[in-house]
């Protein structure tokens, strides 16, 4: 789970970043702050006044804003809805992402739920719900420590904060947000206790814990993917049928969109060479040529599978059949193959059609 370790480390940066000015100015000196502002040319009364554009003029600096070395240039860290059906509402910039429903066995709210809960307990973190629903769960201390020495090991500062997770779901419960705010924050150093955090800082931490709960999202769904994968592997997903013509077919047991996708891994595989397609209507247009069999293939025990069919032109139909597909195998002038050809390839065809091969 690189991902993981991977925004971990970008929200300890974070954490850690609210005690650090390294890398929040910017390079050079800073003795354009120490300069008065230029008075106006007084213009007599008796003389006439030039024209004045304001194009180029310069706003005031609000008082309390912060100058020169107290400047923090970083640019605002961003919600990366890298997850499925993920995505981000509006400009207002908060910690906030909406996740759509992907798997259909699931409740998606109890899904994202349960995923946070996870996340805080291999990171032995408490939560503690604020509400009776559950939609609003409180984190105990993310801690951040510097530390300092080789042998013996001093403690300089620690920093640490408290994150709030709260989660809404729409009328229909196939969509759910998911909002992180940085609620409490201390810091403990030589100088004494902190406990007011820096704006900037505050919104680095709260986007980077809310790219770790997407990630993770990302990675269960890979997850339960792949094992629906291999269970449907083990599985005899090919059988001999017929297609919406009554023709001999392959009925594959998978949708049409998905079989589609991944024919051209079968044809890579088996000696099929595409050289046309129409999308519109499911179509693969292919030259077949058995695959030789190299003195090293066999040796290493790579050698191709043989379909037992002639060399030539083939075309591939695909049909949808009540959430199956059945694959309908044509020769170059149109016409399907018959059964007992169909049956001989069926041990082969099941295997390739079935993708095992890739898994």
């Known amino acids: 789970m690189n991902r993981k ?50 194009d180029f003029s310069i706003p005031a600096v609000e008082a309390n804003g912060p100058i020169g070395e107290d400047m923090d240039i970083r640019a605002p860290s961003l919600v990366l809805p890298i997850a499925a059906a993920t995505r981000v509402e509006g400009n207002d910039g908060d910690a906030k992402v909406w996740f759509d429903q992907v798997l259909d066995d699931k409740d998606l709210l109890d899904f994202i739920r349960s995923i946070i809960e996870q996340e805080a307990k291999e990171d032995n973190v408490e939560l503690f719900s604020v509400n009776a629903d559950k939609t609003v769960l409180d984190s105990s201390w993310y801690i951040n420590q510097k530390e300092s020495g080789v042998i013996f090991k001093d403690i300089d500062e620690t920093v640490k904060v408290r994150f709030r997770y709260s989660l809404a779901s729409k009328t229909h419960g196939r969509s759910v947000s998911v909002q992180v705010d940085a609620i409490e924050y201390m810091k403990e150093d030589e100088s004494g206790t902190t406990t007011e955090m820096n704006p900037i800082d505050k919104h680095r931490a709260e986007i980077a814990m809310l790219n770790l709960i997407i990630g993770e999202v990302d990675y269960k769904y890979r997850e339960l993917k792949r094992e629906n994968i291999l269970m449907k592997a083990k599985q005899n997903l090919v059988s001999l049928g017929t297609n919406p013509n009554n023709e001999p077919a392959y009925v594959v047991d998978m949708e ?47 050698d191709k599978p043989q379909l037992d069919l002639a060399e030539g032109k083939y075309r591939f139909d695909l049909d949808d059949v009540d959430g199956k597909t059945a694959v309908t195998l044509l020769d170059d002038e149109g016409a399907a193959l018959p059964l007992a050809t169909l049956e001989k390839l069926l041990p082969l065809m099941e295997n390739g059609l079935s993708f095992k091969t890739i898994l």
């Open 5 to 54: 370790y991977l925004y971990l480390s970008l929200l300890s940066v974070s954490i850690a970043a609210c005690s650090s000015v390294s890398n929040k100015q910017a390079n050079g000196g800073f003795e354009y702050a120490k300069k008065d502002e230029v008075s106006a040319i007084t213009i007599p009364d008796s003389l006439q006044k030039p024209v004045q554009k304001h």
């Open 256 to 302: 049409i969109d998905s079989l589609w996708t991944n024919m051209p891994l079968f044809f890579a595989d088996y000696g099929f060479n595409t050289t046309d397609l129409n999308e519109s209507k499911n179509v693969y247009y292919v030259d077949f040529m058995k695959p030789d069999a190299g003195f090293w293939d066999s040796l290493w025990g790579d």
